[in-house]
């Protein structure tokens, strides 16, 4: 699924109704009514109150329709209008209107604080007083009714998005923004959804479709790409009847140091769990009997030093790398990955101290082989392509870097990031208990499995991303967040494998049946 920018969707909405033959209106119309269906088909004439809080936008044009249609099917409705200005919009004049031809319980006009009415916690509250025509932050009253708002402890449903909030920049007033219990995103979510600092006002949306240009939605390059199921399904290379061993490559996994020996034990069982056939781990001396006895089915190969990483020899030409987790930032260590990036040509990928070797010896970054893939944290982000304002802007750096130095940029975090050139993937799988010691190193294991088996450096980064988020969800179920280990993530690889066309099998003894 595409992420579109709030212009990009103003375009759409303008595209539709001269391609479609349908007004703005109708399209207005078609918005409230996927809305009041979601609410009716949960509220089932239920006669909970419903207050719902107007702009003088589309928005609020789109509430008054979901308040005309409430009060047709018999809710206990009241309608608010907040009418900071004069310079209403057609389409709410219009609905406006509309909403006087089937009730005398008008809309109420609310130019002060004064105004503001009382509200029962088991009270509904509908939002649509801004949506992605927000352009500045809201203030005064209008500031002091979303705290009002947000005061109470009634259930918040925000039309679109919830007021306050852009679509697509960061926000100016975190004091000036609904907290939606829920939020109805139209036709698509918006990337505000997904990053860290305005996320959090976003804990559950939906998207409903209204039935915008298709044409304009394929062709448009979006703002992001969502990694759903539908997608990840998508990705998965079927493995061949006649395949043996080597059809699924060789990866090898450059990992560890005195004491971060787990590093590469987690590393290489992820690769093996996600489908390489081969995995060698090189560690220093001292990992070859935790190796040996931890992952009997990886292969060994130490380096001449027993607690560092000196000199990567290998006997083999490895199919993918992993490289980096837990092995520290000595001048050993630094000299080593240099002779690595520039005499391997298998597909990489960069992780944890590697890239801080890199952050520290820029020079380093001239070396990479082509698409190879750095996934670092936010803190290891920050040392490679400098310090951000916010949210947006860090992506934007992301952007830049990946295209200056060619390379794919996994950033980690709750909704996990794949930059390349000017794109971006955002991962939907994974949940807080992943927060966890070693998960990266399972990330990069998994990454590496998959370009083993022939999978590009793009699909492999999105589709690892995605494998690892929903085994990470598929361990919750008997293990809560709290609980939940690297170990568990790498345990659970299968089921997320499984998880990926449990429903599709469904679906397919529905259609046979
Ligand atoms: N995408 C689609 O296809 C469809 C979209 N639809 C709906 O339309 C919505 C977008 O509607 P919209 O463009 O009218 O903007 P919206 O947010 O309602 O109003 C903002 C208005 O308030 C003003 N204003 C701005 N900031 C302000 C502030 N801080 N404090 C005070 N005033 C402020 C600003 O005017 P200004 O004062 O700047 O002249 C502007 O006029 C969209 O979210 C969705 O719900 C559906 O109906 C159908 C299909
Ligand atoms: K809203």
Same mark, same amino acid.
């Not at 001239?366 to 951000?388: A, C, M, N, Q, Y």
């Not at 390349?420 to 939907?428: A, G, K, V």
């Given at each position: ?12 909405? !303008? ?35 419903? %207050? ?20 047709? %099917? =018999? ?18 004049? *219009? ?13 109420? $006009? ?9 509200? &029962? ?36 449903? &925000? ?40 996320? !959090? ?39 061949? !009847? ?9 990866? $090898?996994?450059?990992?560890? &140091?005195?004491?971060?020996?787990? #590093? ?14 081969? *995995? ?9 009997? *935790? ?29 993918? +790398? ?13 000299? #080593? ?13 960069? @992780? ?77 799988? =994974? ?8 998960? =990266?190193? *399972? ?15 793009? +699909? ?9 988020? &929903? ?7 008997? $293990? =809560? ?26 679906? @397919? ?5």
């Amino acid at each position: 699924m595409k992420i579109f920018s709030a212009a990009q969707l103003h375009e759409a909405d !303008k595209i539709t109704t001269q391609k479609h033959n349908i007004t703005q209106l109708d399209l207005m119309e078609r918005a409230g009514t996927q809305i009041f269906n979601w609410l009716h088909g949960r509220m089932q004439g239920a006669q909970v109150p419903v %207050h719902i809080f107007c702009g003088i936008g589309n928005n609020g044009g789109d509430g008054l329709v979901v308040g005309r249609m409430l009060h047709e %099917h =018999g809710y206990n409705v009241k309608i608010y209008i907040a009418n900071f200005t004069d310079k209403r919009s057609k389409c709410f004049l *219009v609905n406006y209107d509309r909403v006087k031809d089937v009730t005398k319980n008008w809309p109420t $006009l609310m130019t002060s604080e004064e105004d503001f009415p009382e509200i &029962s916690p088991e009270d509904i509250i509908i939002d649509a007083l801004f949506g992605i025509g927000l352009n500045r932050p809201p203030e005064g009253w209008v500031k002091k009714l979303i705290q009002y708002i947000n005061s109470t402890k009634s259930f918040k449903l &925000s039309i679109d998005i919830p007021s306050g909030m852009y679509a697509d920049k960061a926000l100016d007033d975190p004091e000036a923004v609904v907290r939606a219990n829920h939020t109805l995103a139209f036709q698509a979510p918006k990337l505000s959804f997904f990053l860290p600092e305005t996320g !959090k006002f976003v804990p559950y949306f939906e998207v409903l479709e209204i039935g915008l240009d298709p044409e304009y939605l394929h062709t448009t390059e979006p703002l992001a790409q969502i990694i759903a199921k539908p997608e990840a399904q998508q990705f998965y290379k079927q493995r061949e !009847k006649y395949a043996h061993k080597g059809t699924y490559g060789h990866t $090898l996994v450059i990992a560890g &140091s005195y004491g971060k020996i787990g #590093a590469a034990v987690l590393s290489a069982k992820a690769s093996y769990k996600t489908g390489s056939g081969l *995995v060698t781990a090189f560690v220093p001396e001292c990992g070859y009997t *935790v190796l040996q006895t931890a992952v009997p089915e990886a292969m060994t190969l130490t380096d001449k030093e027993d607690d560092l990483i000196t000199e990567i020899k290998l006997d083999f030409e490895p199919s993918a +790398i992993a490289v980096g987790m837990g092995i520290g930032t000595k001048a050993e260590t630094v000299r #080593a990955l240099e002779k690595l990036f520039t005499t391997t040509k298998s597909p990489m990928v960069i @992780d944890a101290d590697a890239l801080n070797c890199i952050s520290e010896n820029k020079s380093l970054l001239e070396k990479l082989p082509e698409l190879s893939i750095l996934t670092p944290h936010p803190g290891e982000l920050k040392r490679l392509v400098g310090d951000w304002k916010d949210d947006f802007e860090k992506l934007e750096k992301t952007k830049a870097f990946a295209k200056q130095h060619n390379v794919i940029i996994i950033v980690k975090g709750a909704n996990t990031i794949v930059a390349i050139e000017n794109r971006l993937y955002i991962n939907t799988t =994974g949940n807080p208990g992943m927060a966890t010691g070693g998960s =990266g190193d *399972v990330l990069s294991g998994m990454i590496a499995g998959l370009l083993s088996q022939g999978y590009d450096p793009l +699909i492999a980064s999105v589709f690892a991303a995605y494998l690892h988020g &929903s085994a990470g969800n598929q361990a919750t179920h008997t $293990l =809560g967040f709290e609980a939940l280990t690297a170990s568990d993530i790498v345990e659970h690889i299968g089921a997320a494998f499984l998880e990926l066309f449990a429903m599709k099998q469904e679906e @397919d003894k529905n259609k046979n049946a």
